[in-house]
């Protein structure tokens, strides 16, 4: 036969469920924020990576027109 659970031992089960629910939410708040961090530092390196490359592209672009410049005088001065 079932035993029924008195109401002193289904108060105590049911305090130590909310203790385990509250210590899991706990854990998973702190993984949250950890995860959270991870995701904005690699967010941070991604928006800096892409701005070297925007500055790369703009140096390089800038070298190829004094270059595309030199050469126009070059072949201007040489007789072309």
Request: charged residues 30%.
């Amino acid at each position: 036969m079932t035993e029924e659970k008195t109401t002193r031992e289904l108060i105590y089960e049911t305090n130590r469920d909310v203790k385990w629910i509250c210590r899991t939410l706990q854990r998973m708040e702190a993984q949250d924020l950890d995860f959270e961090a991870r995701l904005r530092a690699l967010e941070g390196w991604r928006a800096e990576k892409v701005g070297e490359e925007r500055r790369l592209s703009t140096v390089s672009a800038g070298t190829g027109g004094v270059v595309g410049g030199v050469v126009a005088v070059l072949v201007k001065v040489l007789g072309g």
